[in-house]
């Protein structure tokens, strides 16, 4: 055989090896860029529809609830996130008399009183606080971050919707009150 036939053989591009440590920063760097991307992706789609939870915001809606809301009401909600489902409650003089989840009544009365307007006071209250170190509040991991989002109704200050979104986790909940209807 002559000696041209192993040349090409010979200058054949060399296949270039990939350390691992070059491997681990790029799928890093992929990491970090994504989640910057997502999180811009979603200030930018969800700061149009529902401003940012303040304490001064949820202040003020708690202040007008409490001035202007009723005590009697009926309100309906439909839920999202790690428990989704719908919620009817009856409010008669401030006192939780009917509660179903799903179109049942839940056997603990003890939950009834978490859909009251004052309960999501305060679990939006709890969320603003949690949200300063999501690590702490939520369980959440390292560098994580927490966008909460609310719309208040205007004539009497309960929340219409609410958005917990706990980035890198699946702690997100979201609720809407679907119906309220205030009674005399």
Known sequence: ???EVRKPL???RPHKKWPLSRLVAGLALGAIAGAAIWLILITIVFRETMPELTPERLAAAQRLWEQ???RSYDEDLVISGRRPGTVHIEVRDGTVTAMTREGH???QRRTWEYWRIESQFDTMAQDLDSA???TTGFGAPQGSRAVLRADFD???GYPRRYQRI???TDLNVEWETTHFRPLP
């Open 132 to 134: 300063e170190h999501p």
């Open 154 to 156: 205007p004539k009497y």
């Open 105 to 107: 009544t839940p056997r």
């Open 10 to 12: 010979a200058s054949a």
């Open 68 to 70: 202007q809301g009723p």
């Open 166 to 168: 706990v980035l890198g």
């Open 1 to 3: 055989m002559s000696e």
